[in-house]
């Protein structure tokens, strides 16, 4: 095979938190009296919390001390666990399940690469606690993507070569961020529009073809 390992986003990739995240982030905006939409939300996929509050900022009429953005994050997390406790295994897809299962029959690791410091207990309310060979996510990274550290890093845990791994994407700084770790991509979702990865999949399951046997 082409691939020792595949790195999957998680957000997006593995399961769907984006209502989540905007629910969290609505209410804090709506409290900050900020303007938030949908489309700002968008803005959002694969970038850290902080950088995504600077980016809600951007509509906010004032200063904020590093301080207050600091502690309102917090507050915007706190918001979003707590929605996270409405996921249950139900919430994964069985064809992405039976793909990761079929992938790991044919002899390849798994990990994960994502911004979120909720990865682990994502995993956990998915049923997946343990599942993946390694997780690298927002607690062991200084720099969010399209910087390529998060996936170089699940490279390292899984004791492989970065060109040896292929990196699973919904957004374009995911994309990017593969890209500059010297890594082949597969796009799905929004991803698929930037026309910057090796593969686009229409559906998860596409990967097993994209991979090969």
Not at 22 to 31: F, I, N, R, S
Not at 34 to 45: H, T, V
Request: charged share 30%; glycine share 8%; proline share 2%.
């Amino acid at each position: 095979m082409k691939y020792k390992g595949i790195i999957f986003d998680l957000d997006g990739v593995i399961c769907h938190t984006d209502k989540y995240h905007y629910q969290a982030w609505k209410k804090l905006a709506d409290k900050l009296g900020i303007y938030f939409d949908q489309e700002i939300n968008n803005r959002l996929r694969g970038v850290s919390r902080m950088e995504s509050f600077d980016i809600i900022l951007e509509k906010y009429h004032g200063q904020m001390s590093q301080e207050d953005k600091v502690r309102y994050a917090a507050e915007k997390n706190d918001l979003y666990r707590e929605l996270l406790k409405n996921m249950t295994t139900d919430d994964l897809d069985p064809q992405v399940k039976e793909t990761l299962d079929t992938l790991r029959s044919r002899g390849l690791l798994l990990a994960i690469g994502s911004s979120s410091k909720n990865a682990g207990f994502i995993l956990e309310r998915l049923g997946l606690d343990g599942y993946f060979d390694a997780v690298s996510d927002g607690n062991n990274i200084s720099r969010s993507k399209p910087d390529p550290e998060v996936f170089l890093k699940a490279a390292e845990y899984l004791d492989l070569q970065p060109q040896d791994c292929l990196v699973v994407e919904d957004a374009q700084s995911g994309l990017e961020a593969a890209i500059a770790g010297n890594m082949d991509c597969a796009a799905i979702g929004d991803a698929v529009k930037c026309n910057k990865a090796n593969y686009n999949l229409e559906t998860f399951s596409d990967l097993l073809l994209a991979v090969g046997s």
